[in-house]
């Protein structure tokens, strides 16, 4: 039986026993009974209530209290453990957080979004979101996204390249600094870079995740 199933019968049962419980209470006070029955019927309710709370109980402990944005299965109700998490997964939830603040991967490096002194984003994801656009650029290799790079202020490849080194990837933000300040851009050679280091890329997200997986 799973987590999931026993989490539903416990909570049916919660009901079933505090519903017994309110039943038998009204009944012992309500009804004119002896004195003896009405005293057992208050005694099995009381037992009845302290068994659903008992029931409750288990219930909640079976709940995640604390959804770990990476690992929580809205399925299931849990946090899977961290030995199951995938980069598909990692890049997936990526996705669900870029969409909080563009429409497209493609706004991030040309409407600014990375500019605004008053972005309001967590430092923890700023790494995330550097790897997650390089990634993001490899792995599609579309000429509309190349084109997107090219066109990016100096600003936001300053966001790229600060988060990159926050996660002391000095060489690699220094690697994209240094072709990109080339004007014009050698949008080829960096296209090669970034494909080259694909895995890479990937690589440092999942080990980024993994290692502060109790921050998220």
Known sequence: MNRNTLKILLGVATVFFAIVAIVLLILGVTLELSTLVRVILIIVALLALVLAGELGYFTYLLVDKNPNYFLYNTQTKRNISVQKLTFPMINSRMNRFLSGYATSEGKFW???????????????????????LLYGLAANDAEAGWRCLENASDDTIAFICKALRSNGDKDFAAAIESTMKQKPVNIRMIRDYLIRNKKYISNKMFRYVCENIDNF
Do not use: T
């Not at 040309?110 to 997650?132: C, G, I, Q, S, T």
């Open 110 to 132: 040309n409407d600014r979004v990375l500019d605004d002194p008053y972005l309001d984003m967590e430092d923890k994801f700023k790494p995330l979101v550097a790897y997650k």
